[in-house]
């Protein structure tokens, strides 16, 4: 099976959340639990770092990555969703899963597949597990699916696990409340490793403390130990000294991480960072000064605040899609200098609507539309729901034709924004 046929297998055979929604969320591991012991446990020839929270894992979880393959460990990146190519979601020091490798895990375990009928999760978890142990990582960072305490990668023990926020998404599947919800995600702690919280939050706090002493776990609240100051916010970069517990750790570190939501991302990546040597990794601070330059670079991170176009119009493109994201995205954006906005808007089916609609701006023009999957919310029908928050315009009948029709609107000194969903942004990059 050549690696065309193996996606195809994988995309027409198997449950698929961001194609179907919850209806493919497995709660239970018995699954990848079975796929990992057919495949030799491979999660337990590697070491891993786990990242889970609402918002923000995936910027952390490439922030760590690079620094360190900056400090030149051969290093695992497992993330979810992908954007435009499945191998997105595997890679190391930056590059994509091997096709062949692909094509080989498909072809060797297709009996099984049919077999227990993994979901497409299961499925790629078992894959990045298989792959790193076959490369020999040094270290491979594996971010959550969905929720913590029942995710397909929860079958890890790994050096250390983060948790960078919570914020209301998924409901549906991890609960209505925000201890609900970091219940969830408080499942990853494991007995005796240090777990790292990144934001401090009075309903949640008690929530992470509490797990954390019942697996006599040490446990670090990022926000009461490291703090920025003098930030200075770029479309393309952030620079900020950093303090821990009041000295000056860092003057003027940059990092290649945009939009106002990476400053909270930042301070949870460096009380990281400051872990590691106790962890037996000696990663000097000049080492994560350089990698944090270079994120995207080393790890190939795409999506996140991403400026397709520098000027004449600026355009910006950002996957935030829940409360916690939108918030910060929405008070970036009005602030940018402009004459208009243009937002191309899309999001799915079970999106909480009432929850990210008031954020938009009501002074933007907006190009409602659908994504190609089939959870994407009709354009007619969100065209209908922004009207009742005060947002107008026009519903297009594809993204790439609401995206074409605000560039031509748009005047030099104007802003396109592109957002609302992952799945709109994956496709205008």
Avoid at 67 to 92: C, M, W
Avoid at 319 to 326: D, I, M, P, R, V
Wanted: glycine residues 6%; neutral net charge; proline residues 4%.
């Amino acid at each position: 099976m050549d690696y065309d046929a193996a996606l195809a297998y994988l995309f027409e055979h198997l449950p698929m959340y961001q194609r179907i929604g919850h209806a493919a969320y497995k709660k239970d591991l018995t699954n990848i639990e079975l796929l990992c012991r057919h495949l030799g446990n491979p999660q337990e020839q590697i070491k891993t770092i786990h990242i889970a929270g609402t918002n923000g894992k995936g910027s952390v979880s490439h922030a760590l990555a690079a620094v360190f393959s900056q400090a030149g460990y051969n290093t695992g990146l497992y993330i979810s969703p992908h954007y435009r190519d499945f191998r997105e979601r595997i890679k190391i020091n930056g590059n994509y899963i091997d096709k062949n490798a692909v094509s080989e895990f498909v072809t060797q375990n297709r009996a099984l597949f049919d077999e227990v009928k993994p979901s497409f999760f299961e499925m790629t978890v078992a894959m990045a597990f298989w792959y790193f142990a076959q490369c020999k990582t040094d270290m491979a960072i594996i971010e959550t699916g969905l929720g913590g305490r029942l995710d397909s990668t929860n079958i890890i023990t790994p050096i250390l696990s983060v948790i960078t926020n919570i914020s209301f998404d998924h409901m549906n599947v991890l609960g209505n409340t925000l201890p609900q919800i970091a219940f969830e995600k408080a499942g990853i702690i494991k007995p005796n490793v240090p777990v790292v919280i990144g934001e401090t939050h009075p309903e949640t706090e008690p929530v992470f403390r509490l797990k954390a002493s019942e697996m006599h776990s040490d446990i670090y609240f990022a926000q009461q130990s490291i703090s920025l100051f003098n930030e200075n916010l770029a479309n393309t970069y952030i620079t900020a000294d950093v303090l821990k517990q009041g000295e000056q750790i860092y003057k003027g570190l940059q990092t290649d991480l945009s939009g106002s939501f990476q400053l909270k991302n930042l301070v949870t990546i460096l009380q990281t960072t400051e872990l590691l040597p106790d962890l037996g990794y000696p990663i000097h601070r000049e080492t994560v000064a350089k990698a944090l330059g270079r994120v995207k670079q080393l790890t190939n991170f795409i999506g996140r605040w991403q400026v397709i176009s520098a000027k004449n119009p600026l355009i910006i493109a950002d996957s935030a899609h829940n409360e916690g994201g939108l918030r910060y995205a929405m008070s970036q954006l009005v602030n940018l200098r402009h004459r208009q906005l243009h937002i191309v808007l899309g999001v799915v089916n079970d999106k909480e609507l009432q929850l990210i609609l008031p954020l938009f701006p009501r002074q933007a023009m907006y190009y409602f539309c659908k994504a190609d999957v089939p959870r994407g919310m009709p354009a007619e029908q969100l065209q209908q729901e922004a009207l009742q928050f005060g947002l107008s315009g026009n519903a297009y009948p594809s993204v790439i034709a609401a995206y074409d029709a605000a560039k031509t609107a748009a005047q030099p000194n104007d802003v396109v924004f592109v957002g609302g969903s992952i799945f709109v942004v994956a496709e205008i990059l």
